[in-house]
């Protein structure tokens, strides 16, 4: 199992005003699986995804990256383009649909013709083609996390990390996402995804990692875990799923 | 009445007949103005991104400071700047004064202040997810400069031609500095503080007018980038 690993972080500690949010000895993510990273408020899930995408690097401990050990101090450009991430509350940039989703590749120099395939291609997997002219500002928040998995899906990234992509969305949306979620990412793609939704956990999740107040209390594969684990609150509902 | 009436009619006819002397005063204070916005811009615009995106001991104390100086006297600047291009002042080798160059010079760091914060402030008012957004995407330190400029751009422009209004409807500094010569240092502002004392009153008028009408055009402009109701929509 230990060759399956992508990415390990040893021994990391993140402070954040002089409180300590995050203190974890061990944590892996499996190659071409479904990671889930789950636990309840503040317990340290987005900070750890924040960490293990690269997006933030201020921290003490060491993450590993293929068993390569990641310098911080480096902007690790090249490693960040292999990867991609769905926030929750997704940011677009100003200007229309179509820019938006083609920002990752013109920041990696893509020809624009490529780009102009590309676009199309992903906005008519995500069925938002209709929209790409519209302006950014004026989606609604299922469309524009709509247009965020598109952004994020476009590079073909090597890991994907979604954050509680979900949680802001109404019904219908959460539908259309759980049901295209599977289809969009690829075999060769690995996902870390930080989600309270059983569903999706019953659906995609291949490996699971519950937090709590910022350290990782249980870590194992989604067979074997047991959901009475989640503590008071979570455990009754994720107790249906087995 | 008759002398307003007399004052206006005349003033008018000097812009529609497109005067000569009227057109020199008016090119002269939009080529200073222009250079030193431009040049206040290329320093302002990196100057207040550093101010509103890093933390620094002397965050705050700078930020005072730069605060006080957006109320900043236009003939203190120009005492100033007088001290140091005269001929025994550090700049002095030079000989700047009374050039369009020492106005620009003078003009340049009236506005530093104004136009750094705004920006900082339009800066600082950006979502902060603008930046791990650029992170997650891939985006260098250059692009991320980049996207942010991309992404305030109309607050900065709005800024920036702020500033413009600054310099153009300023007299302390171009007057000190500047000398107020015909044809090479003569402004809008000095040539109508200069006409009127001689008795030109039409002529100061018509340039008055000019004056009004370029501050209304900028603030039309900047309303629409800051505050238009087509905002959300861009």
């Given at each position: 199992?230990?060759?399956d690993k992508i990415i390990e972080v040893k021994n990391i500690e993140?402070?954040?005003?002089?409180?300590?949010?995050?203190?974890?000895?061990?944590?892996?993510?499996?190659?071409?699986?479904?990671?889930?990273?789950?636990?309840?408020?503040?317990?340290?899930?987005?900070?750890?995804?924040?960490?293990?995408?690269?997006?933030?690097?201020?921290?003490?401990?060491?993450?590993?990256?293929?068993?390569?050990?990641?310098?911080?101090?480096?902007?690790n450009l090249e490693l960040r383009r292999k990867f991609s991430v769905?926030?929750?509350?997704?940011?677009?940039?100003?200007?229309?649909?179509?820019?938006?989703?083609?920002?990752?590749?013109?920041?990696?120099?893509?020809?624009?013709?490529?780009?102009?395939?590309?676009?199309?291609?992903?906005?008519?997997?995500?069925?938002?083609?209709?929209?790409?002219?519209?302006?950014?500002?004026?989606?609604?928040?299922?469309?524009?996390?709509?247009?965020?998995?598109?952004?994020?899906?476009?590079?073909?990234?090597?890991?994907?990390?979604?954050?509680?992509?979900?949680?802001?969305?109404?019904?219908?949306?959460?539908?259309?996402?759980?049901?295209?979620?599977?289809?969009?990412?690829?075999?060769?793609?690995?996902?870390?995804?930080?989600?309270?939704?059983?569903?999706?956990?019953?659906?995609?999740?291949?490996?699971?990692?519950?937090?709590?107040?910022?350290?990782?209390?249980?870590?194992?594969?989604?067979?074997?875990?047991?959901?009475?684990?989640?503590?008071?609150?979570?455990?009754?509902?994720?107790?249906?799923?087995? | 009445?008759?002398?307003?009436?007399?004052?206006?009619?005349?003033a008018l006819k000097l812009i529609i007949t497109l005067d000569a002397?009227?057109?020199?005063?008016?090119?002269?204070?939009?080529?200073?103005?222009?250079?030193?916005?431009?040049?206040?811009?290329?320093?302002?615009?990196?100057?207040?991104?550093?101010?509103?995106?890093?933390?620094?001991?002397?965050?705050?104390?700078?930020?005072?400071?730069?605060?006080?100086?957006?109320?900043?006297?236009?003939?203190?600047?120009?005492?100033?700047?007088?001290?140091?291009?005269?001929?025994?002042?550090?700049?002095?080798?030079?000989?700047?004064?009374?050039?369009?160059?020492?106005?620009?010079?003078?003009?340049?760091?009236?506005?530093?202040?104004?136009?750094?914060?705004?920006?900082?402030?339009?800066?600082?008012?950006?979502?902060?997810?603008?930046?791990?957004?650029?992170?997650?995407?891939?985006?260098?330190?250059?692009?991320?400069?980049?996207?942010?400029?991309?992404?305030?751009?109309?607050?900065?422009?709005?800024?920036?031609?702020?500033?413009?209004?600054?310099?153009?409807?300023?007299?302390?500094?171009?007057?000190?500095?500047?000398?107020?010569?015909?044809?090479?240092?003569?402004?809008?502002?000095?040539?109508?503080?200069?006409?009127?004392?001689?008795?030109?009153?039409?002529?100061?008028?018509?340039?008055?007018?000019?004056?009004?009408?370029?501050?209304?055009?900028?603030?039309?402009?900047?309303?629409?980038?800051?505050?238009?109701?087509?905002?959300?929509?861009?």
């Amino acid at each position: 199992m230990l060759k399956d690993k992508i990415i390990e972080v040893k021994n990391i500690e993140k402070n954040c005003r002089e409180k300590k949010i995050l203190e974890i000895d061990n944590f892996i993510v499996l190659k071409n699986k479904f990671n889930f990273i789950v636990g309840g408020n503040g317990s340290g899930k987005t900070s750890l995804l924040n960490i293990l995408s690269l997006v933030d690097q201020d921290y003490k401990g060491e993450l590993y990256y293929k068993g390569e050990k990641i310098d911080k101090t480096n902007e690790n450009l090249e490693l960040r383009r292999k990867f991609s991430v769905i926030w929750q509350d997704p940011y677009l940039y100003r200007g229309n649909v179509f820019y938006n989703i083609a920002l990752p590749l013109k920041l990696r120099n893509f020809d624009s013709k490529i780009i102009q395939d590309k676009v199309k291609k992903i906005a008519k997997k995500i069925e938002i083609e209709a929209l790409l002219d519209q302006s950014a500002f004026t989606l609604s928040s299922g469309e524009k996390q709509k247009v965020s998995i598109a952004r994020a899906l476009i590079t073909e990234p090597e890991i994907l990390f979604v954050d509680e992509a979900t949680t802001n969305l109404d019904e219908e949306s959460i539908q259309f996402f759980n049901s295209h979620f599977a289809d969009l990412v690829t075999e060769e793609m690995t996902v870390v995804m930080v989600s309270h939704d059983r569903r999706q956990i019953k659906l995609l999740a291949d490996y699971i990692t519950l937090l709590h107040k910022g350290s990782v209390k249980i870590s194992r594969k989604i067979n074997d875990f047991n959901f009475q684990l989640f503590g008071a609150g979570i455990e009754t509902p994720i107790a249906e799923l087995v | 009445m008759d002398y307003y009436a007399d004052a206006i009619y005349r003033a008018l006819k000097l812009i529609i007949t497109l005067d000569a002397e009227v057109i020199e005063v008016v090119t002269t204070s939009l080529k200073i103005s222009t250079s030193s916005t431009l040049i206040a811009s290329i320093i302002s615009i990196p100057l207040a991104i550093l101010i509103a995106r890093n933390k620094f001991k002397s965050k705050k104390i700078i930020n005072i400071i730069l605060n006080t100086m957006l109320s900043l006297p236009t003939v203190v600047v120009g005492i100033f700047v007088y001290s140091l291009i005269s001929r025994r002042g550090i700049l002095g080798e030079f000989e700047l004064l009374f050039t369009p160059i020492g106005i620009i010079f003078g003009q340049v760091l009236l506005i530093i202040p104004l136009i750094t914060a705004l920006i900082r402030n339009v800066i600082f008012s950006m979502d902060e997810k603008l930046y791990k957004t650029a992170i997650s995407m891939g985006a260098s330190r250059r692009q991320k400069f980049k996207l942010l400029i991309l992404e305030a751009r109309y607050g900065i422009i709005g800024s920036v031609i702020a500033g413009f209004g600054r310099v153009l409807g300023e007299i302390g500094v171009s007057m000190m500095i500047g000398g107020n010569i015909k044809g090479v240092t003569r402004t809008i502002t000095t040539a109508m503080s200069l006409e009127t004392n001689k008795g030109r009153f039409a002529f100061a008028l018509a340039l008055g007018l000019i004056l009004l009408s370029l501050s209304f055009i900028i603030n039309f402009v900047v309303y629409f980038l800051q505050e238009g109701k087509n905002y959300a929509k861009r």
